[in-house]
């Protein structure tokens, strides 16, 4: 597990809603903070990937799968670069 | 979301609903908000008049007012993404802005799973009805007399055909797979487990060409010119290798004299069925000249109805979204049924072959019971379209 400064819970939040609020949690980040991502939207993975290729400000560091109580959870790691 | 105001006015479409638009022929612009790869694999096509863009639903959210912008304003937009949930929220982004936008309820998802069931006859003696999957291009029949029914070439969610059967009060009594396939997965092994009623395929197909493996499935193998009787229809099964060793047509013959040859991956529409799935293009590319040039022709009069198992696009809907026509019709603009000698033949296989999806020596192999998917890696199987006839 990769350290973070700030962490989001979205499980159980559908498409769009993880991206939508990673968004907002980034701008309340300082340059050079990671944030942590805990969704459940398996699409979730491909998107961020994508968002981070898109956004100007967003990289990724680490996805992770997480099993916990038989959910998978998906742990992404965020910096903010800008 | 905020836009109370705004989502009261976009429009849902179903899947259905969409069908119906793709085949009219109206325009209709599509705003595509899945990733970049998912949409290169498979998307909603049509005629000239639907126009497709491809613009993630995060790039929305990362610049919100640049993406609407690059949205036409005067156009009647739908937008699609994989679940439904981002289309929406990009079409209430939309109208915000003005736009007429719509979005596609249940998502790429529903479009892909989506059936389209119509008859292509309806007579005296029976009906035919098509059973399409139009978002791969697949195509499966019922052939309907006396409350007896078979099916050919049915497709994976047999919830479909079970419904289709018990709407026509009819019992299934044969199933019927023109050849191992190898773009998708079969329903006919689970529909011959759930009723009972025999699968039909020819031995050849029932190992797999690559793994040299046996079927672990039940079926019924069957002769070259073996006929069958479902009510007042006879089924006369034709042998016809080259796509695959043991692929069949069926023709059923109508008690009016009605002809209708089930080609499966044979004969297309405006293509034909290529011959390197099996991984032997180069001895089987002779061996369905044999078939094409010499095995079938005796079977077919002008007036025989060609229904095959697929359509590559949505321009070979024939009228009322049936894809299937006269013989004479079909070689007016199937240029690749025109007579070759076997050396030319060979050359234009060879220069028209489409990519070999990988996937598809997995799902021959979930076909004769090798391999046993999930729910989630059997759609993951059947992502993308069918490319099983050579290129235009």
Known sequence: MSSFDQTLDVKGAKCPMPLVKSRKAMGDLAVGQVLQVVATDRGSIADFQGWAKTAKNVEIISQETVEDGGVNLYVHYLRRTA | ?392
């Open chain 2, 1 to 392: 979301m905020t836009t109370t105001d705004a989502q009261a006015t976009e429009t849902m479409f179903t899947a259905g609903e969409l069908y119906d638009r793709v085949l009219s022929g109206e325009p209709l612009f599509i705003l595509d908000v899945r990733n970049a790869d998912e949409y290169k694999r498979m998307r909603v096509e049509g005629h000239r008049n639907l126009e497709s863009v491809n613009i993630p639903y995060f790039e929305f959210i990362e610049d919100e007012d640049g993406m609407c912008a690059r949205v036409p304003a005067d156009r009647e937009v739908l937008v699609i993404c994989a679940k439904e949930g981002s289309s929406q929220y990009v079409a209430g982004l939309l109208q915000e802005r003005g736009i007429k936008a719509g979005y596609l309820q249940g998502g790429f998802v529903s479009w892909g799973n989506f059936y389209d069931v119509r008859e292509v006859v309806s007579a005296d003696w029976g009906t035919i009805v098509q059973i399409a999957r139009p978002a791969r291009g697949d195509l499966s029949f019922a052939l309907v007399s006396d409350g007896k029914a078979a099916l050919i070439d049915p497709l994976r969610h047999i919830d479909v055909y079970q419904q289709a059967l018990a709407d026509a009060g009819a019992e299934l009594t044969h199933i019927f797979d023109t050849h191992v396939h190898a773009d998708h997965i079969s329903g006919g092994p689970a529909l011959s487990q759930a009723s009972g009623a025999p699968y039909y395929v020819h031995a050849y197909d029932a190992i797999h060409p690559i793994d040299m493996l046996p079927a672990t499935i039940a079926y019924t193998s069957m002769e070259d010119g073996q006929q069958f009787s479902v009510g007042q229809i006879t089924i006369t099964a034709i042998w016809y290798p080259g796509h695959t060793l043991g692929q069949m047509n069926y023709l059923a013959t109508a008690p009016d004299g009605g002809r209708y040859l089930f080609t499966g991956d044979g004969i297309f529409l405006r293509s034909f069925g290529r011959p390197d799935l099996g991984g032997r293009g180069e001895a089987w590319t002779p061996m369905l000249y044999d078939s094409m040039f010499r095995r079938l022709p005796p079977y077919l009069t002008a007036e025989t109805m060609i229904l095959p198992a697929h359509f590559s696009t949505i321009d070979e809907d024939a009228g009322g979204g049936i894809f299937a026509e006269p013989y004479s019709t079909l070689l007016t603009h199937n240029d690749a049924l025109r007579p070759r000698t076997l050396e030319e033949f060979s050359a234009f296989v060879l220069s028209h072959l489409p990519v070999f999806p990988p996937e598809y020596v997995e799902i021959k192999r979930v076909n004769i019971g090798l391999s046993t998917p999930t729910e989630e890696q059997a759609s993951e199987l059947e992502l993308g379209k069918n490319i099983c006839a050579l290129a235009e």
